[in-house]
Antibody, heavy 121, light 106 residues
């Protein structure tokens, strides 16, 4: 069974950094693109970032470009999101998702339960 | 970016009712649209892929149709366990973009 478990969320001050991790089990992430999607509490879903199976291509939403960095460790079956220069509008639940294939164009087919990041002073 | 307009934003129906949700894309996305089910506190689930293909494990009362710019998601007979928010997602163009969601209540 595919499982994705996010960690590393919490309360952080504006301008600070935070690193999210996603532990995958039940499959090898080596074969798949991976994405982060977020949801502001009470609002809709927003795609944040995606990475190809071998990390040769990464993509970001305009809202986080230059501040967030997606990366992966295929050997350890982990996905990461390094978030810097955080803003209050980055407050959201962050979901780790698995792409249905290896390209960054592959849509999410499995999701974690999400983790809350709160940016506030 | 492609804009996805989803309607209604919420609906209330009775058990056994037919429920229909629509998504309109700002440009032609062919069949590259998915529907997801999200229950509070749970991981969202892929429900329909490529506009009309039902994901394994979901009952046949769920269906999707459409192509180009107009898409429809239907629950033929609403059940209590279907209470959730449903989202469409286009993946024809990057970045992938979601509709605003439809909260389904009984």
């Amino acid at each position: 069974e595919v499982q994705l478990v996010e960690s590393g969320g919490g309360l952080v001050q504006p301008g600070k950094s935070l690193r999210l991790s996603c532990a995958a089990s039940g499959f090898s992430i080596n074969d798949y693109a991976m994405h982060w999607v977020r949801q502001v509490p009470g609002k809709g879903l927003e795609w944040v970032s995606g990475i190809t199976w071998n990390s040769d291509k990464t993509l970001y939403a305009d809202s986080v470009k230059g501040r967030f960095t997606i990366s992966r460790d295929n050997a350890k079956n982990f996905l990461f999101l390094q978030m810097s220069s955080l803003r209050p509008e980055d407050t959201a639940f962050y979901f780790c998702t698995k792409g249905y294939c290896s390209s960054v164009t592959c849509y999410p087919d499995s999701w974690g339960k999400g983790i809350l990041v709160t940016v506030s002073s | 970016d492609i804009q996805m307009t989803q309607s209604p934003s919420s609906l209330s129906a009775s058990v056994g009712d037919r429920v229909t949700i629509t998504c309109q894309a700002s440009q032609d996305i062919s069949k590259f649209l998915n529907w997801y089910q999200h229950k509070p506190g749970k991981a969202p689930k892929l429900l329909i892929y490529d506009a009309s293909h039902l994901e394994a494990g979901f009952p046949l009362r769920f269906s999707g149709s459409g192509s180009g710019t107009e898409f429809t998601f239907t629950i033929s007979s609403l059940q209590p366990e279907d209470i959730a928010t449903y989202y469409c997602l286009q993946y024809d163009n990057l970045p992938p973009t979601f509709g605003g969601g439809t909260k389904v209540e009984i």
